[in-house]
């Protein structure tokens, strides 16, 4: 067995660190850099180079504004509903609330009780009743 390694121990290594090699381990980078003077080995780097370039300047054109539009215009009429449905509910719950705080607030002690600070409209703080 040798200790060389192998083009397949460069594949390896690429496909772990990349072709940058100052993002390699040090103690990678230092083999790396001897192994790499071979020229089987240096013939797997010079192919991932080769594909890191053609892969860094690869643009995806940006969507046509109009896309948006074309889904939500080709969804079926229960998706929308569906997601309508949560919406409405989520209303009526606030406006529950919303009901239910103006009628406690609206809700004052009777004019008999309104001078002693005891009583509140759901009888005395103290526990009597009258």
Not at 57 to 76: D, F, G, K, M, Y
Not at 98 to 124: L, M, R, W, Y
């Amino acid at each position: 067995m040798t200790d060389r390694p192998t083009p397949q121990h460069c594949r390896t290594w690429l496909d772990a660190y990349g072709t940058h090699l100052p993002d390699w381990p040090p103690e990678q980078r230092a083999l790396a850099t001897a192994t790499f003077a071979d020229p089987d080995c240096r013939a797997v780097w010079d192919q991932a180079v080769m594909l890191d370039e053609a892969l860094d300047a690869w643009q995806v054109a940006p969507p046509p504004a109009t896309l948006a539009a074309r889904i939500e215009a080709s969804a079926p009429q229960q998706t929308r509903r569906r997601l309508l449905l949560p919406l409405l509910a989520a209303a009526d719950a606030l406006s529950g609330a919303v009901v239910g705080s103006v009628a406690a607030a609206a809700i004052t002690p009777p004019a008999h009780h309104a001078d002693d600070p005891a009583n509140t409209v759901f009888g005395t703080i103290d526990g009597a009743s009258e």
